[in-house]
């Protein structure tokens, strides 16, 4: 039987950050909801939402997932792109949510049941210098974390990507502007081995330690920094190299083992194919909303299977906790899974998005409600409107414009 759907709406709400969700609902009164959050443009995939998709939705059979997908995606003329994917990923999502409340199910059932008891995930320690960040790996471990990202502050450089006084909820968009960063490769290369290098020492080789360089090296310094931590066994490092240019993995490839982890910024499978069937990268980490959504991502993580390329989900909190329900629901049924990034998120953004999922011992669960286990209490979302809110750019020393 067909279910109908009778109305769609975006819910833009900045309990302490900006989140953009789609709620759509049914003439069953089941309703699903889906994350459209796209960090510093999320007013774009409002309209995109507002203006485009959701005229077409109304009338549609919600049942009609991959049917809905298809027609956004291939029907629209233009594709791809973070702003559509994004639009599109939040009506998978709550389509999704909708199926599984409707069938009475926790989402993961009918994602093919769990492959595993529950879903490894990563926490951020930073630091203003490599001490503060070995204060912070200490509270991770006492957390119970099996897994932790380290960053940390620069001699010489005022600030740096991945470090703020927030702690467990780190938050880049920090101005109405984008504020500026000033980069040096050179300082960055001296200085960071010696964080893994205190970090192994103080705390051994039981937890697994990751880092993200952000798309800031080219590929011979991204080589070079690669082997220069080798004995202090990362799981992995993030973005060596921005991935427009993906024939610089091979360079990368061919002179570390350090394993490699990009994807928080592709938006479709198209992006990650050469890197996935080329064996360049170890880690794919794209994600529910940025990525087109379940039915997307399961198609990303069925071929990187192929390819022994593991699923390793940007989290951070700019993702909103829809997407962290419907994530865990993804991780815990593709046999590919590596791990979760997960940074928490402040009280006030947890009252505005009541959720079933729970940590215990470096570990994320999904819980067993029926969908994917994450709500928007409406009343209290309309309290925190929407704050312009920009990520920082980067420039180096001498005043060129960088990645950030
Ligand atoms: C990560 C990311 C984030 C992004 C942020 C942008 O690995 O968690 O790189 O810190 O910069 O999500 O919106
Ligand atoms: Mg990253």
Known sequence: MPVKITQAKVIVTCPDRNF???????????????????????????????????????????????????????GAYWRRGPVTMSAIA???????????????????ELLGGKCREGVMVYGHANGQDISETLEEV??????????????????????????????????????NLPSENIWSTAKYLKHTPKLFDKAREKFGFDHHFLHDIHHRLTPIEAAKFGKSVEDYNLFWMEDPTPAENQEALRL?????????????????????????????????????????????????????????????????????????GAALHFDISVSNFGIQEYMRHTDKTDDVFPHSYTFKEGMLYPGDVPGHGVDIDEELAAKYPYQPAYLPVNRLEDGTMWSW
Not at 261 to 285: H, M, S, V
């Open 20 to 74: 953009v969700t789609l709620k759509i609902e049914t003439d069953e009164g089941i309703y699903g909801i889906g994350d459209a959050t796209l960090n510093g443009r999320e007013l774009a995939v409002v309209s995109y939402l507002e203006d485009h998709l959701i005229p077409c939705l109304i009338g549609r059979d919600a049942n009609q997932i991959e049917d809905i997908w298809q027609y956004f995606y291939r």
């Open 90 to 108: 939040a009506v998978d999502t709550a389509l999704w949510d909708i199926k599984a409340k409707k069938a009475k199910l926790p989402l993961y």
């Open 138 to 175: 200490s509270k991770y471990i006492e957390l119970g974390y099996k897994a932790i990202r380290l960053q940390t502050g620069i001699p010489g450089l005022k600030s740096t990507y991945g470090v703020s006084k927030d702690k467990m909820f780190y938050e880049p968009a920090d101005a």
């Open 252 to 324: 990368i490839r061919e002179h570390t083992t350090t394993p490699i982890a990009i994807g928080e910024i592709f938006n479709t499978i198209y992006d990650a194919k050469d890197l996935i069937q080329n064996q360049l990268i170890d880690y794919i980490r794209t994600t529910v909303v940025h990525a087109g959504g379940i039915s997307h991502l399961r198609k990303i993580a069925a071929l990187a299977e192929l390819y022994q390329v593991r699923t390793g989900s940007h989290g951070a909190t700019d993702l909103s906790p829809v997407c962290m």
